[in-house]
């Protein structure tokens, strides 16, 4: 029996219910010899990238540990538990990934059968529970829900609202208002600061973090983003020269293609930051994104070469995940750049990319 | 003229600059698309530039700091409105000019 586990309200439960399921052992469970064994694995995203990463799995071990330890209080002593991080190596982003590594674990180790936590949220804000199990289903796995009572049943935008997100926005919130008054102390400024800003947060609080808050990563990559906001001034001046000769000069020398990156990015804040900065450049304009892949209407040739390089990605993705995630190969030399020749083309190549995603490319 | 008016007066000649640019980009470039690009130039380099001379005018208050975030907001809202505008576009299933078609 193969479990995958993420931090999730039900998580105790469905260990609980997966424990006893296996014991109780009606032989749909993957132990070769007979004995009992209950395989419980924890798929994570991009987790070798930069300083967020090393977080996320230092975590997701300490999180399988914990999870060995119910099982072991739970279970008798014939019950086998095994504890494993799966797709560490890949990209995973949409349901058939999470599916894939887990359909492929559960093949090695001769599982057929997956219990899933129904508050298990692997895709962190996107809610992809369902499709995975209807894609672990196709693989011929028999996959069930445990039976839990949810103690909440959150709406989709609505994540886990704590204190410290309130405390955060508030904070946020708060600056923000003295920022525009100026800083000027005068009660008046505070009292009304204090008022909008618990406002703000009180309806806010729940939807602004998608992610749980790491308030270290936050403030680092606020620290990166600051250096970052010279460096696009930097591009957006260089290309702005190059558009405003191709407009001015007489013969309109512009060659228009519109071509397709899959960028090395994960998740929807770096993706937006990416797609905005391109977008804000002159001369390149993302026009769809689709997962990673971003179909970008480019207007000159200098431009494309700059955005087949990679610098904005490059720059981008040292602001979500620091100085590692420099070292990168280029979008062109990943093979993840090319000029879409016609509009059917594009749409065909977008359903090869999601089972295709290279591995490789995460360094 | 002071140094920091021939600053002032650079500033407004280069938005000016770009800002002309875009209207001569959008009377001649061939498509939505790639107006979109050029359209993009008075956002960033055109009111990027005037807004800088208005904050050396204004010198260390609190309105340069709005003029800050002013920039700071239309930096962040002109390439969602120009995506946007792409977006629609496309789903309209309009094709991209090209020269050697």
């Known amino acids: 029996m193969v479990v995958p586990v993420g931090e999730s309200v039900t998580l105790r439960q469905t260990v609980a219910y997966a424990v006893r399921e296996a014991v109780s052992g009606d032989g749909a469970d993957g132990g070769d010899d007979g004995e009992p064994t209950v395989h419980f694995v924890a798929p994570v995203a991009w987790h070798d990238i930069g300083d967020v990463g090393v977080g996320v799995r230092e975590e997701t071990e300490e999180l399988l540990e914990r999870v060995a330890v119910w099982a072991r209080e739970d279970g008798d002593d014939d019950l086998a538990v095994e504890t494993a991080i799966i797709g560490a190596g890949e990209y995973l982003f949409g349901p058939d990934d999470y599916a894939r590594v887990i359909a492929d674990y559960a093949a090695d180790v001769g599982g057929d059968r997956v219990v899933v936590d129904p508050e298990y949220s692997p895709g962190g804000n996107v809610p992809i529970l369902r499709p995975m199990e209807a894609a672990l289903a196709e693989r011929g796995l028999v996959v069930e829900e445990a039976p839990v009572d949810r103690p909440t049943r959150r709406g989709r935008l609505l994540r886990g609202g704590g204190a410290a997100q309130f405390a955060t926005l508030f904070g946020i919130s708060f600056l923000f208002y003295q920022l525009l008054g100026g800083f000027s102390g005068k009660q008046f400024d505070l009292v009304t600061g204090v008022a909008s800003a618990t406002l703000v947060a009180a309806m806010l609080h729940r939807i602004t973090f998608t992610d749980r808050l790491r308030l270290r990563t936050l403030g680092r990559q606020l620290v990166r983003l600051v250096a970052y906001v010279p460096y696009l001034l930097y591009e957006i001046v260089l290309s702005n020269l190059q558009v405003a000769y191709v407009v001015l000069h007489p013969s309109l020398p512009i060659e228009p293609r519109t071509t397709e990156v899959r960028s090395a990015l994960w998740g929807g804040m770096p993706l937006t930051l990416l797609a905005n900065s391109i977008t804000l450049t002159p001369g390149t304009l993302t026009v769809r994104v689709r997962g990673r892949r971003m179909v970008v209407h480019t207007l000159i040739p200098a431009a494309r070469e700059g955005l087949f390089d990679g610098a904005l990605e490059r720059a981008v993705r040292f602001v979500f995940y620091g100085r590692p995630a420099l070292a990168a190969a280029t979008p062109r030399e990943r093979g993840d750049a090319r000029i879409v020749e016609d509009e059917d083309d594009a749409d065909a190549e977008g359903e090869t990319v999601v089972t295709g995603a290279p591995g490789g490319d995460a360094e | ?101």
């Open chain 2, 1 to 101: 003229m002071t140094p920091l008016e021939v600053a002032v007066v650079g500033f407004l000649l280069g938005g000016v600059f770009f800002t002309f640019v875009t209207a001569v980009g959008v009377v001649r470039l061939p498509d939505v698309y790639s107006r979109a690009h050029t359209a993009s130039q008075t956002d960033t380099l055109g009111a990027g530039l005037t807004l800088v001379a208005v904050a050396l005018v204004l010198g260390l208050e609190t309105t340069t700091v709005k003029t800050a975030l002013l920039v700071a907001f239309i930096f962040v809202t002109n390439p969602t409105a120009a995506h946007a505008i792409a977006r629609a576009a496309d789903e309209q299933g309009i094709e991209p000019w090209r020269e050697d078609r």
